[in-house]
């Protein structure tokens, strides 16, 4: 595989960023509407503190991999946190560093603003995932719950 290049978001990714982002959701077997594409692509060039952020992995010229982060406040410290909300590489390219790749370039970004901790979550099923986030950092025993309206 040809070296990784991680960069962010640019306008004109948007046909790329839509096609891996769409596969992340079809992994989780989960559909946005057309309006929540339209959003949080716009969202993705807002200038704001905790707006979100993208980043995409390229290899051979070619979109392999896209992550979406955001900070946002703690009351358990002054400064922000950072959620690691969607990672995703094609499969033609797992195990061949993006996903690792992508996660380094969201810690680093996040070190430059001074953000005291990189969090993420996944399916307990991922089991692929799991062994790359089991390399790269501490599992908290934390179990998510969710109330929807």
């Known amino acids: 595989m040809t070296d990784i290049v991680i960069r962010p978001l640019q306008a004109d990714d ?3 960023w839509r096609r891996l982002w769409t596969a992340y ?3 989780y077997k989960a559909t946005v509407p057309e309006a929540v594409y339209a959003t949080t692509w716009r969202r993705l060039f807002d200038p704001g503190e905790f707006e979100p952020k993208g980043l995409l992995a390229l290899s051979g ?3 392999v991999g896209l992550v ?3 900070y946002h406040r703690s009351c358990w410290s002054t400064v922000n946190n950072c959620y690691l909300q969607d990672l995703y590489s094609d499969p033609s390219v797992r195990g061949a560093g993006v996903g690792s790749a992508l996660i380094a370039a969201v810690h680093g970004a996040a070190a430059k603003v001074r953000v ?5 979550m996944t399916h307990e099923t991922n089991e692929t995932a799991r062994r790359l986030y089991d390399r790269v950092a501490k599992r908290t025993g934390f179990i998510e719950y969710d109330m929807l309206p």
């Open 14 to 16: 948007k046909a790329d």
């Open 25 to 27: 959701l079809e992994f």
């Open 61 to 63: 010229g070619e979109a």
């Open 68 to 70: 979406h982060y955001l």
């Open 116 to 120: 005291a901790n990189v969090y993420w």
